[in-house]
């Protein structure tokens, strides 16, 4: 799973949620900053802590139930960026900019430093011997890990420069947790082991990979997008693909990639919703396909158009649905919650559609502009005598600049976002939330205490922030 980012990377705090188990999550904080003082109520004990600029990230784990929005039970920092995590087979993987990836059992424990480890040449090491170790293995590859994704008892892991790593279940444990050998374009087994499955070293890097069915659809930076069978094969160039002007080719006599398409923008984001796949582009186009597609190049049967996408030819129409954001928004993120899908655009609102939308090159039904009543530059139903699926909308319009995430942690939504100066908000509300307003959907929510985060700005000045559940 991705830390989520933006296509166009901001000099701010980052917060991101991610659960793995019931009742708990992982709230991740990436930060650009030279100290953070903070006050963690852990297990009913207020814990103070300082770190320097030696660190870069936190990991808070949080209980769900209560009244508070985090109930704290552990938390560790490091010196690096966290870009990836992922819980499969009992372990959770985190991936890092600086090339390192942890394995860790189950979700760690509690307290400070919950995973008990410290940072080391090859990755890392259990800092307290007398406790509890959780550590299980590290490794220190030679590039920032950008993806970590389990698909079907095989984890991929994606770095920049186009490489991407598969391996058998979560690999081993100790230092060089895979057992592999790194070169400049690839990995070999270390002999004796057989985590290693196989690689691909490709002209770009991974944006995003989603399954549907049997397949696996990968897409990358330049515009490019694969459909591959399962997680391909074995050994070197695992996917048997090569590159044309129009996406991807099989190697003659191989049967892994099934399809491929050149789009003219990336793909940032997807969300499968049962027979309804959706592709978010950095451009602003977002389009919603039957399945998986189809086959071959143009996998999609689908033409670029100025408001979106079309369909092509008279083959047969995987187009359901697309559309095209004005002014320069872009959604980074959606989430499909109790039959609704909420669309995640960086101007910053929130989206809330019912279902998966309609069809067509306005398959939302919705408008930018003066809204009724309201403020201006809001997303409202655009009428027409069509069907409305805009149910609701938030955009906080009190200094709350970025939204980070919303998603769905058993019965609650939570919500990550943060103002200019650096303030991060988690905000817990019920999934049932009906709430219709174009602009305040959620309705009011005050700050309470229990949980801060002061954040110095990067030139050293003594801006403060803090993070408060509401």
């Not at 770009?204 to 549907?212: A, C, G, L, W």
Request: a positive charge; glycine letters at 12%; charged letters at 15%.
């Amino acid at each position: 799973m991705r830390v989520i980012q933006r296509p166009v990377e901001i000099d701010r705090s980052r917060g991101f949620t991610a659960q793995f188990i019931p009742d708990e999550y992982f709230y991740i904080l990436n930060y650009e900053a030279y100290l953070v003082n903070f006050t963690l109520n852990i297990n009913g004990s207020d814990v103070p802590f300082a770190f320097f600029q030696d660190k870069r990230s936190l990991i808070i784990k949080c209980t769900v139930s209560g009244i508070n929005c985090m109930n704290t039970v552990g938390v560790s920092a490091f010196g690096k960026h966290i870009t990836s995590i992922e819980y499969a087979e009992g372990f959770t993987l985190i991936g890092f900019e600086d090339g390192r990836i942890l394995k860790v059992l189950g979700t760690g424990g509690t307290g400070q430093n919950m995973f008990n480890i410290t940072a080391s040449s090859g990755g890392f090491a259990v800092a307290n011997t007398a406790l509890q170790s959780y550590l299980v293995g590290s490794h220190k590859f030679q590039k920032k890990i950008l993806d970590i994704v389990y698909i079907g008892g095989k984890t991929l892991v994606c770095f920049e420069a186009g490489k991407i790593l598969k391996v058998n279940g979560t690999g081993g444990s100790g230092y060089n947790v895979f057992a592999i050998t790194e070169f400049l374009n690839g990995f070999s087994s270390v002999p004796g082991y057989n985590y290693y499955s196989g690689y691909e070293k490709l002209d770009s890097d991974v944006t995003n990979i989603t399954t549907v069915a049997a397949y696996t659809l990968i897409a990358f930076k330049d515009g490019r997008q694969i459909k591959i069978a399962g997680t391909g094969g074995t050994g070197a160039n695992m996917f048997k693909i090569i590159k044309t002007n129009y996406g991807y080719s099989s190697v003659p006599w191989t049967y892994i990639l099934w399809g491929s398409h050149k789009f003219n923008s990336y793909i940032i984001k997807s969300l499968v919703v049962g027979n309804n796949t959706f592709f978010c582009f950095a451009d602003g186009r977002i389009m919603k396909i039957l399945g998986a597609g189809g086959t071959g190049q143009n996998m999609f049967n689908i033409t670029q158009t100025s408001n979106g996408f079309a369909t092509y030819g008279p083959s047969t129409p995987y187009l359901l649905g697309s559309y095209k954001f004005p002014h320069n928004h872009f959604a980074f993120d959606m989430k499909y919650i109790n039959g609704f899908t909420y669309v995640l655009i960086n101007g910053d609102f929130i989206l809330k559609i019912l279902g998966t939308g309609g069809t067509g090159f306005n398959m939302f039904n919705i408008a930018y502009g003066l809204s009724t009543g309201y403020i201006n530059n809001l997303y409202y139903n655009a009428g027409g005598g069509f069907p409305c699926y805009l149910f609701g909308g938030q955009r906080w319009t009190t200094n709350i600049t970025y939204i980070h995430q919303l998603t769905q942690i058993d019965d609650w939504i939570i919500v990550c976002y943060c103002r200019e100066d650096g303030m991060q908000f988690v905000t817990k509300l019920k999934s049932v939330v009906n709430g219709t307003s174009f602009v305040n959907m959620f309705g009011t929510h005050s700050a309470t205490s229990g949980f801060s985060i002061g954040v110095m700005t990067s030139d050293g000045s003594s801006t403060s922030a803090f993070l408060c559940c509401t």
